[in-house]
């Protein structure tokens, strides 16, 4: 890593700590029954590092996508009496509320609505015994309608005779993914039977994704915030891992060490399982750590990405366990870098597709004077062992919504992922980067996260000195 790097990286830990001590601060004088509506600025009127403007703005453009029809999201439930996994609220329902509550349901309503309202917000009742256990979901009444900014919050036990003249008034309801047939078993399956009880005639659609996913894909300023902190959490925990990898290392004490760098900023989960593959392992695309120990020669692929504030992020880096690329190891990295140092001038914002960058990438590969054995002990050109696809939209989801196109607009965020994997020769190298569309160009929002291999080289000397 060079000088500039290093500073910037050591400004953004400072920032973190500082960041981290003032919340603790916060949290200690708050009182204990606040809702955990904003655990990281609640002051500000922020929830989840957005705006209430923002979150009020989805929803007003969400209604008028639905065009006279309901829309009705549901959050999951609890996991129950002690949770394997923290829990996690729906994607829509979180872009449009703010409010992480199980079992939350939000309604948007049509103009002229026999309610007289846009939109209500159903929460179960706050529980006083369950508090005792955990701390508690915000719950319904004008507490959580001045901190969400939402109409009108009400419970969850009274909402079909709240909604029953509004199900009545309606033509039409959009609920988010299948329904009918293919909805069967299901939880949506239950909601329907509902919605039908109380209104034989309503149209049912599963169509609320299609409102919603063209919004998601293009970000919003204090979405972009989020996946900034996620994307900084991230690269702190690839340069720890870095100085960490060495022989007998296991993949799985490499992933403890990046899991508590999410931790230290601020990211509560993964966006995904971490991917750290050594050896052979560098060959499976996604191999989730294992027991194995890292061996001398052994490259290994980190792909990981801390979760802020329901935003991920997705960065991979190629580390040679014993500190040095072979020169063969360092011509294959040199090219995968290469490509996508010329995906990035490809782009032309508002223009080019992700499937004409694909496209690129692999023809830039294949001009190489590289080649490599394939399966069958053949030469091939260097674009037959890239084997997945080169980028992906990135937000909420790892592999995010898409707006119904594939140009790369200004406001998105993307993936730009090339990769070689050579199992005949026991290794694969991927560099993975998170790229906005601005109007102008690319912002590449992990620039600060060094990948050329002497710089690469460079972070792993700092852990042998
Ligand atoms: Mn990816």
Redesign the pocket.
Known sequence: MNETGRNRLNRLRGGFTLLTLLTLCLAQRAAPTAPPLARENAASGRLFGQTLDEFANRRELVREAAKGGIVLLRAPAEGGDVDRVRFRTDNHVMYLTGVEAPRACLALLPEGDPSGKREILFLPPQNAGASVWTAPYPGPGAETERATGIESVQSTRTMWETLRPSLMNAKTVHLAGPVGERARYTETAELEARLRAINPNLEITGSAQSLIHPLRWRKSPGEIANLRAAIAATADAQISVARFLRKDVTELAAEGVIIAAFRRGGAVREGFPCIVGSGPNSNILHYFAGDRKMQPGDLVVV?I?AEYNYYTA???RTFPVSGRFTPRQREVYQLVLDTQRACEKYVVPGKTTLWELDQYARDFMRKSPLRAKDSKGELRTMDAFFVHGL??W?GMD??DVSGGSAVLQPGVVF?I?PGIYLPSEGFGIRI?DDYLVTPGGLEKLSRDLPSDPAQIEAIMRGSRR
């Open positions: 792909d990405g997705d960065i991979t980028g992906h990135l790892v592999h993936t992922e993975e």
